[in-house]
């Protein structure tokens, strides 16, 4: 039963997100990508705080060594990302182009991977960065995943939906510079989508390894919190700081607050059964 959950959440994560990623991106979809922003940080930060943490934390584990590894996997991302800001600086002789969508940055889940999203200069070095960037980052989901629904079944479930919402903008950025290198969207979306898969795959491997190493599920979730705090934090977040009307700041609020009350509704939906 674990098992199964695990691959349908993986899929539905993995390659519902670029599917959800591409109708956003078509036409008058695209209006709605900063709300998108909002409801991936609110997700991810209600079940790194309201569900992954806690459950990390009512295990034998010790609570200093849980904080340590909070702060140090906030650590270890922040350095990926200057480490991939530095390197794309130096392989595009750009001295300033890192700001907004403009940056490529790298993310990890569980271990480290990187993930790049180079959202326009650049596009001619090719797709296979991105496809690589995108199935590393896949495979780190779908242990993530894993791990969550091994510890607890409403836990996966709000995990998947978490990494769901949070892979939709990334996504989006992967099909415009896919669609570039490739010259059509059909051939993009496959890509991405084929990228997507590796997330059942990750499942799998995390399915085979939580049950031999139970022990360590603690220490994965809290790798994983550090992972979608940081997320939200530094990369979704400051995105979405700039000056604003009062109406479109009280719908960005809204939708970030709707990203927490998603993840506590299906967590208690999901509790229930």
Same mark, same amino acid.
């Given at each position: 039963?674990?098992?199964?959950?695990?691959?349908?959440?993986?899929?539905? *994560?993995?390659?519902?997100?670029?599917?959800?990623?591409?109708?956003?991106? !078509?036409?008058?979809?695209? =209006?709605?990508?900063?709300? !998108?922003?909002?409801?991936?940080?609110?997700?991810?930060?209600?079940?790194?705080?309201?569900?992954?943490?806690? +459950?990390?934390?009512?295990? %034998?584990?010790?609570?200093?060594?849980?904080?340590?590894?909070?702060?140090?996997?906030?650590?270890?991302?922040?350095?990926?990302?200057?480490? +991939?800001?530095? /390197?794309?600086?130096?392989?595009?002789?750009?001295?300033?182009?890192? /700001?907004?969508?403009?940056?490529?940055?790298?993310?990890?889940?569980?271990? *480290?991977?990187?993930?790049?999203?180079?959202?326009?200069?650049?596009? =001619?070095?090719?797709?296979?960065?991105?496809?690589?960037?995108?199935?590393?980052? &896949?495979?780190?989901?779908?242990?993530?995943?894993?791990?969550?629904?091994?510890?607890?079944?409403?836990?996966?479930?709000?995990?998947?939906?978490?990494?769901?919402?949070?892979? @939709?903008?990334? /996504?989006?950025?992967?099909? @415009? @510079?896919?669609? %570039?290198?490739?010259?059509? =969207?059909?051939?993009?979306?496959?890509? @991405?989508?084929?990228?997507?898969?590796?997330? &059942?795959?990750?499942?799998?491997?995390?399915?085979?390894?939580?049950? %031999?190493?139970?022990?360590?599920?603690?220490?994965?979730?809290?790798?994983?919190?550090?992972?979608?705090?940081?997320?939200?934090?530094?990369?979704?977040?400051?995105?979405? %700081?700039?000056?604003?009307?009062?109406?479109?700041?009280?719908?960005?609020? &809204?939708?970030?607050? *709707?990203?927490?009350?998603?993840?506590?509704?299906?967590?208690? !939906? &999901?509790?229930?059964?």
């Amino acid at each position: 039963m674990t098992l199964i959950a695990i691959l349908l959440g993986t899929v539905a *994560a993995g390659v519902g997100s670029v599917w959800l990623a591409a109708a956003l991106g !078509m036409g008058v979809l695209a =209006r709605f990508t900063q709300h !998108m922003l909002s409801l991936a940080a609110g997700a991810l930060l209600a079940t790194a705080f309201m569900h992954l943490l806690p +459950e990390a934390f009512e295990s %034998q584990a010790g609570a200093h060594e849980l904080f340590s590894l909070l702060l140090g996997g906030l650590v270890f991302f922040f350095l990926l990302d200057k480490a +991939e800001l530095w /390197h794309h600086g130096h392989e595009h002789h750009h001295g300033g182009g890192h /700001h907004g969508h403009g940056h490529a940055h790298a993310h990890g889940h569980d271990h *480290a991977h990187g993930h790049n999203h180079d959202h326009g200069h650049g596009a =001619r070095s090719g797709g296979w960065t991105v496809l690589a960037g995108d199935s590393v980052h &896949a495979f780190g989901d779908g242990i993530l995943i894993a791990s969550a629904f091994v510890a607890d079944l409403r836990l996966g479930v709000v995990t998947a939906l978490a990494v769901l919402a949070h892979e @939709v903008p990334h /996504h989006m950025g992967d099909l @415009v @510079v896919l669609q %570039q290198t490739s010259g059509t =969207r059909r051939a993009a979306l496959v890509k @991405v989508s084929l990228a997507g898969t590796v997330t &059942a795959l990750g499942g799998l491997v995390g399915y085979a390894l939580l049950g %031999q190493l139970e022990d360590w599920l603690p220490y994965f979730l809290v790798a994983a919190s550090s992972s979608f705090v940081y997320v939200a934090l530094a990369d979704l977040i400051p995105q979405l %700081q700039k000056r604003l009307g009062l109406r479109a700041t009280v719908a960005q609020i &809204a939708w970030l607050l *709707a990203g927490i009350a998603l993840v506590t509704l299906v967590s208690g !939906m &999901a509790h229930g059964h």
